[in-house]
């Protein structure tokens, strides 16, 4: 530390510049930039190496116990034989193969059993889990499952199939593309001979399977149909005996010659019928007329007569004509008019003679038209009978000659079908086309070692950084004053770095032999000057809102820069409950503030001289009792203020004591330490509540244990105070 020769006034003004945050570079550390990410990795460098080094260090315990795998594969075609996708008259094929359900019949579980079998796969430690040692983290699982689960775990048979069937179709792939027949058959395995040896195997179980299948369905199929051919047999001889039979018995006319007579027969009767019924309705009603008149000859002249009748109605008309004229010329007593009546009278008596004759002539014939009318009736009543009969008869017959043609129909049916499964027999199964054998393939499968070590390295650097930003995004500690600018009632006074715990006791009474240290100290006394109107402040109180926040060093730093610059200085270890100046001091005054405050000690009796011109009062034993000074604090501001002293207060945490809160209210300044990285914002926004009143309008607030290497690689604007260019200023290795 640089001591002036000649004791500066304290109380000289100076310029009253501040350090008003309001007026700082708008520059925040979370608005991310190419070169703020560049910076975040470096400061977070040290955190990044370790947390890549536990991710690889297991990953390259993985990857170098790899073993290397081998992968065979083959290529196959299986469809339908030629000559069945030849015959294209026969639709009744409803088991026609296709890629996907021949890749289901190469995975079933009876090929698996018969390849583990053949190829000794229980052997083989790569497909046993009873043959592989247990590792470490199976044996911590397994114990921890058993502190819940009560039935005791049982290891593994060594010839378990049921084991090693899964293990099987983990290393066996078989799948086959969408729009492609091609069914392809892989296998993975340690030994390249056995991967080639695997899928050419299954292939050959596949179609001893697939033959001895088909062949004993056909088996099945024919002895089936054969019985279904016996009983279909009897069904067809019992419908068709039952038919002739029923015709035989019924003497059904089977002749169409014979069906087409009786048919025209009963027509002919029908129509005799109808036209006896017309005659009948005619005859009836001339009868009708002629009965219902009085005069037959008026009678007759209403309905068609024969031709003797009307000619005689004819000749009376005439004469009744001549008759007419006659009285137009004669009287009626005339002899012609007479003579002509007599004619009249007997033409009509003729008349009436004839037409009665024509009545009985109509009831004769009506009485035989009634006759005939019966007997066609009861004809065409046989003939009806027996036309129904018939016709019964013949509906029945044609049932029975139905079912006996659908009997037969289903037996030509099952004969066309065991006639196919004859023809199915001598053809195989399914045709196979192997496109490509499996061979034993010379590489192994996958990356090398190298490759998955540096893509395990890229994803381990991944999460480290990624760690880190979530660690800087969760980070709610201060580090610049950039951060605490919008908090009111704050006044920066500079950023302290931290020292080393060599450097840290060697601060004490002796020339720092830090320069940066140094200036941030000189940079808080000019702050407190600047603060004050350009005089220093008579009362100082130093604290913080957490204990370790360095509030002691630097309280006892500005005591030392006060003491070199020949400033009176009176340093008062005001933590109540664990101060911890006195052990620097090693001032030996068995009495302290604890006493002076409880009325045990007076004033001359707590304070310590020291050489470098410091007055230290320290903390004393703690105590429960009363205080009986409740205006202690501030009577020792009085007497050092009396004597042209400055009393600097190292006091209690803020948020830990409330006599903080009383000697920030009693002081004229008051000085607030922020811990670099460490002291939260939170912490610092809800002590400064707590500091507040009148006289503390403005609270000091200085940053320690600033860590220059870090700070600089931070995107604040103060950060540039600790770049490369003030380090080798400095003289400080960055």
């Not at 021949?102 to 889990?129: C, D, K, Y």
């Not at 099952?414 to 054998?437: C, F, I, S, Y």
């Not at 770095?497 to 140094?518: I, Q």
């Not at 320290?618 to 501030?634: E, H, I, T």
Request: aromatic share 6%.
């Amino acid at each position: 530390m640089t001591i002036s020769t000649l004791p500066p006034d304290r109380n000289l003004p100076i310029s009253p510049m501040r350090y008003d945050p309001r007026f700082q570079v708008e520059t925040k550390a979370d608005n991310f930039d190419l070169a703020s990410i560049y910076r975040l990795v470096r400061r977070r460098m040290i955190m990044i190496i370790t947390i890549t080094m536990l991710l690889m260090a297991p990953a390259a315990i993985m990857i170098f116990g790899l073993k290397p795998t081998y992968q065979g594969w083959a290529r196959l075609i299986v469809h339908q034989p030629l000559a069945t996708s030849l015959d294209a008259d026969d639709s009744s094929h409803s088991d026609l193969l296709d890629a996907k359900s021949e890749t289901e019949r190469l995975l079933s579980r009876s090929i698996a059993e018969r390849v583990v079998r053949e190829l000794q796969l229980n052997v083989r430690e790569e497909f046993n889990p009873a043959l592989r040692e247990i590792s470490l983290i199976e044996r911590i699982r397994t114990k921890l499952r058993g502190l819940f689960d009560t039935k005791k775990p049982t290891s593994p048979l060594r010839d378990n199939i049921n084991a090693i069937i899964p293990e099987y179709y983990r290393a066996l792939g078989v799948w086959h593309e969408d729009k492609s027949d091609v069914i392809q058959i892989s296998f993975n395995s340690t030994d390249p001979e056995l991967a080639a040896v695997v899928p050419n195997r299954v292939i050959g179980i596949y179609l001893d399977e697939r033959k001895e299948s088909v062949r004993g369905r056909l088996d099945a199929a024919e002895e089936w149909i054969r019985q279904r051919i016996t009983e279909q047999q009897v069904r067809a001889d019992t419908s068709r005996d039952a038919a002739r039979n029923y015709q035989e018995s019924m003497d059904v006319v089977s002749k169409e010659d014979a069906q087409e007579e009786r048919i025209k027969s009963f027509l002919e009767l029908t129509g005799r019928e109808g036209k006896i019924e017309e005659s009948r309705v005619e005859v009836e009603a001339v009868i009708s007329t002629l009965e219902s008149a009085d005069n037959a000859s008026i009678a007759a002249q209403n309905i068609v007569v024969p031709d003797s009748i009307a000619i005689k109605q004819r000749d009376l008309r005439g004469q009744e004509q001549d008759l007419a004229r006659l009285l137009e010329t004669y009287d009626g007593n005339a002899e012609a008019v007479v003579e002509l009546r007599g004619e009249i009278q007997e033409s009509r008596a003729g008349l009436e003679l004839a037409t009665k004759q024509y009545l009985q002539t109509m009831r004769a014939k009506l009485v035989a038209l009634d006759h005939e009318a019966e007997a066609v009736q009861s004809r065409l009543v046989v003939a009806n009978e027996k036309r129904i009969r018939d016709a019964l008869v013949q509906t029945e017959l044609l049932r029975l000659q139905k079912i006996a043609e659908k009997e037969q129909t289903a037996l030509d049916k099952l004969e066309n079908q065991r006639r196919d499964l004859a023809a199915k027999a001598m053809l195989p199964g399914a045709e196979l086309e192997v496109l490509t054998p499996a061979t034993v393939p010379l590489t192994s499968t996958g990356r090398g070692r190298l490759s998955y070590l540096v893509g395990a390295l890229l994803a381990a650097i991944s999460a480290a950084v990624t760690a880190a930003f979530v660690i800087e995004m969760w980070d709610r500690t201060v580090r610049s004053f950039d951060q605490i600018a919008g908090m009111a009632r704050t006044l920066p006074a500079g950023l302290i770095p931290r020292l080393a715990r060599s450097e840290n006791s060697k601060t004490m009474f002796a020339h720092m032999p830090v320069p940066m240290f140094d200036e941030a100290i000189r940079t808080v006394v000019l702050s407190l000057k600047q603060s004050n109107g350009g005089k220093l402040p008579n009362s100082i109180v130093v604290t913080s809102a957490h204990s370790g926040d360095g509030k002691s060093l630097v309280a006892r730093s500005l005591a030392m820069e006060l003491a070199a610059a020949a400033i009176p200085v009176l340093l008062v270890d005001g933590d109540l409950r664990r101060g911890k100046l006195d052990a620097f001091f090693r001032s030996g005054v068995m009495c302290g503030l604890n006493e002076f405050l409880n009325g045990q000690a007076d004033f001359r009796d707590i304070v310590y001289h020291h050489p470098s011109g410091i007055d230290f009062i320290p903390s004393g034993k703690f105590s429960l009792q009363r205080r009986v000074r409740p205006n202690g604090l501030a009577e020792i501001i009085e007497m050092a203020v009396a004597a042209g002293q400055i009393v600097i207060f190292d006091s209690a945490p803020v948020l830990a004591s409330a006599d903080t809160v009383l000697l920030t209210s009693l002081a004229e300044r008051t000085l607030a330490i922020v811990r670099w990285g460490k002291t939260s914002r939170r912490a610092v926004e809800f002590s400064l509540q707590q500091m507040k009143s009148s006289r503390n309008s403005e609270i000091i607030v200085a940053i320690n244990n600033v860590n220059p290497e870090k700070h600089a690689l931070y995107n604040f604007s103060d950060s540039e105070l600790f770049s490369k260019s003030l380090m080798k200023y400095y003289k400080f290795k960055a």
